[in-house]
């Protein structure tokens, strides 16, 4: 998917001055973006505050905005050309850690053992 990926960029100061939809308050998405950024997404023009991934994405594909998003999530809109990406000049590209709990004194079915 690497060479999906736009040359284009957007300066910070004008991404912030763009209609943004962002994800809810306490989203990982959100806090990575906030802290790779250095700045409070309170400080941007947020028109729409979303509770996942598919409502971003139908706010995107309606011209509603922009946003910030897992390029995973967007991986079949980037493949039929619906959505493109923007880096964020001087914008690291954004990683995020996920982490999982599991029961030691359960046994873990084969789906969840291939899952892990």
Do not use: C, H
Request: charged fraction near 25%; proline fraction near 2%; glycine fraction near 8%.
């Amino acid at each position: 998917m690497e060479d999906r990926i736009s040359t284009e960029s957007i300066s910070l100061d004008r991404l912030a001055l763009q209609p943004f939809l962002a994800r809810e308050w306490g989203s990982g998405t959100r806090m990575v973006f906030e802290q790779s950024v250095g700045r409070s997404l309170d400080q941007f023009n947020v028109v729409a505050s979303l509770g996942s991934n598919n409502a971003i994405k139908e706010g995107l594909r309606s011209g509603l905005g922009v946003s910030v998003v897992s390029l995973l999530s967007v991986r079949r809109e980037l493949d039929k050309g619906l959505l493109r990406i923007l880096s964020i000049e001087g914008v690291e590209a954004m990683k995020r850690d996920f982490y999982i709990v599991v029961n030691r004194r359960l046994k873990l079915s084969p789906i969840a053992e291939t899952f892990l």
